[in-house]
């Protein structure tokens, strides 16, 4: 039996209900899954800033995805009103998805840098204080006339990173020489130990961020050239991306240098005008104005 015209359509109209529901799944899987870990915000902390952007943008195929499908369904099914609707309306939202994706690549940049500058930062503060904190401790020790005077200068300067565990029953026992260059040898040992916990980001550790964040960067950029090829503005024939360059084409009018002493925008470099424009405007720098009268004879 030979398939109909309207059994055709028919089945046309469902697959595209199928792609539709499909699309919108995808859509709240991948609302959800954002969600779950941006909440509860923090948007001064750098690295909750790169957790989520990675997030963000490693799930971004799967509503680039609903949205291709839901483009699809549209194109089988061009009767169905609602979903031509609901198109064009997560057409209108892809435009703010490509300016977020956008928007991600200096984002990334600053949250980055942000989380270098601070993590060294604070490193080199608590190292120097461990320093600090050591010397005082060395010379409370080395200062020590007695077992008992080295006893109470040490319970006098103990500290949580710099700590030393004192034995007083250990300490009689002891020679006053030889018990210095222990709890000297102890000191260095806390401090060496404090400080490997507190170290900046050392190089192999920075390489490996800086390549994520650039693995990030352009993912980024990709996604948002994407969507904006599927986005498209309310009474537009054409996607976002198409009208982007005559969108910026005012902003760019304003921002290209002006000519010195006539307030007239600069025409650029002679090569950027056609060798036949170039050609008319000689000829018409020739001819008189069309006001001017003819000489007499």
Known sequence: ??????????????????????????FCVY????????????????LWQLSNIKIAVEAAPIP?????????????????????????????????????????????????????????????????SATERGNAVRQAIERA???????????????????????PERFPAVPLPQLKRQLLSRVDQAEGQFKARVAPIDPATGERITRESLRVMISSLAFSIAFAALAQRKNSIVPFLVEVPDLLAPLMSVLRPRRPGTGQI??????????????AEFFASLAPPEDEQPPKP
């Open 1 to 26: 039996m030979s398939e109909t015209p309207q059994s055709k359509s028919l089945e046309e109209a469902i697959f595209a209900d199928r792609l539709a529901m499909v699309a919108m799944a995808l």
């Open 31 to 46: 609302l959800i899954s954002v969600l779950a870990f941006i909440l509860p915000p923090r948007l001064l902390d750098p």
């Open 64 to 128: 680039l995805i609903g949205l291709a499908l839901l483009y699809l369904a549209a194109y089988l099914c061009p009767a169905n009103i609602q979903l031509q609707r609901r198109r064009k309306a997560l057409a209108r939202l892809a435009i703010l998805a490509s300016l977020g994706f956008l928007m991600i690549v200096p984002l990334q940049a600053h949250a980055v840098w942000t989380l270098y500058s601070r993590s060294n930062s604070v490193a080199s503060e608590q190292q120097a």
């Open 145 to 167: 006339t007695s077992t008992e005077d080295l006893q109470k200068r040490l319970l006098a300067l103990q500290s949580p990173d710099l700590s030393i565990t004192l034995d």
């Open 266 to 279: 600069s025409d650029g470099m002679p090569f950027q005008n056609s060798a036949s424009k170039r050609e």
